[in-house]
């Protein structure tokens, strides 16, 4: 079979193709049959009732309990820019470089970073997200710094 062959059955299979039997008169007949039967819906028992109670009151615990731990974990610490800013800086405000090799990349990217955010904070000086990535910023550093003590 070569390939105009093939292209011209696979034109031939975008026809419609009728259904040997209509479906329709089925379904009809099998709903008509269903709506004339006579629905017997069963009592619930009291236990029943009770564990359902229970089962909804323990879902909206949870629910509760989930929100507050939402609320709880994304609460944001009220402090100024400034002061984020201030405490942000590098004694002297020059870019701290340290001795080791492995660490100077790091020390370089963290100290570019922290200048980003502190013109960003300039612009926008009442954003919880930048005054909490400074902070972030700030932290790494200093743990940059403990880590160059450590390593002596």
Same mark, same amino acid.
């Given at each position: 079979? &070569? ?7 696979? #034109?031939?299979? !975008?026809?419609? @193709?009728?259904? +040997? !039997?209509?479906?329709?008169? #089925? ?17 619930? *028992?009291?236990?029943?009732?009770? #564990? ?12 509760? @309990? ?9 609460? @944001? ?9 201030? !405490?942000?800086?590098?004694? &002297?405000? =020059? ?6 090799? $492995? ?5 370089? %990217?963290?100290?570019?970073? $922290?200048?980003?955010? /502190?013109?960003?904070? =300039?612009?926008?000086? &009442?954003?919880?997200?930048? /005054?909490?990535?400074? %902070? +972030? *910023? *700030?932290? /790494? /550093? !200093? %743990?940059?710094? =403990?880590?160059?003590? %450590?390593?002596?």
């Amino acid at each position: 079979m &070569n390939e105009f062959e093939w292209l011209r059955q696979m #034109r031939d299979l !975008n026809q419609p @193709v009728a259904p +040997r !039997n209509d479906l329709w008169t #089925r379904i009809d007949a099998k709903l008509d049959d269903a709506s004339s039967r006579e629905v017997i819906t069963p009592t619930q *028992t009291p236990r029943a009732r009770h #564990r359902r109670a229970w089962a909804m009151a323990a879902s909206m615990a949870a629910v509760v @309990v989930l929100a507050a731990g939402i609320v709880w974990h994304m609460r @944001v610490v009220p402090q100024s820019a400034t002061s984020v800013a201030t !405490n942000a800086t590098a004694p &002297n405000n =020059e870019p701290w470089k340290p001795n080791d090799p $492995r660490l100077a990349g790091a020390a370089l %990217q963290l100290d570019a970073t $922290r200048m980003e955010l /502190q013109q960003a904070l =300039e612009q926008a000086p &009442n954003s919880p997200a930048l /005054q909490r990535l400074l %902070q +972030r *910023t *700030t932290a /790494q /550093q !200093n %743990q940059l710094r =403990e880590l160059e003590k %450590q390593a002596g």
